[in-house]
């Protein structure tokens, strides 16, 4: 129900442009997200953006990263700039609607040295 695209293999300093797509079944979206998870840690909130636009970063990566999103096609997208050996996990889009929260699959993206 969500679909994730626009991971990869990247290097330090590159940049990436993630998407996820909501389907028709999802509907009254209030805030969409994305988080990442390394192999073996927690899954972490990456940036978050409200119904009205409004957007919110984690610390490390602020200034680095925008999230924006498109409520005419109900996707969520993630620029993804100077990109850190770090950065490398699996990225997964998270959608919040009146009737619960929903998760994709995830999509990997690995930033090499």
């Known amino acids: 129900q969500l679909v994730e695209s626009g991971g990869g293999l990247v290097q330090a300093g590159g940049s990436l442009r993630l998407s996820c797509a909501a389907s028709g079944s999802i509907f009254s979206i209030t805030r969409m997200g994305w988080y990442r998870q390394v192999q073996g840690n927690q899954r972490e909130w990456v940036a978050s953006i409200t119904s009205g636009g409004d957007p919110n970063y984690a610390h490390s990566v602020q200034g680095r990263f925008t999230i924006s999103r498109d409520n005419a096609s109900k996707t969520v997208y993630l620029q993804m700039n100077s990109l850190k050996v770090e950065d490398t996990a699996v990225y997964y889009c998270?959608?919040?609607?009146?009737?619960?929260?929903?998760w994709g699959r995830g999509t990997q993206v690995t930033v090499s040295s």
């Open positions: 998270n959608v919040f609607t009146t009737r619960g929260d929903f």
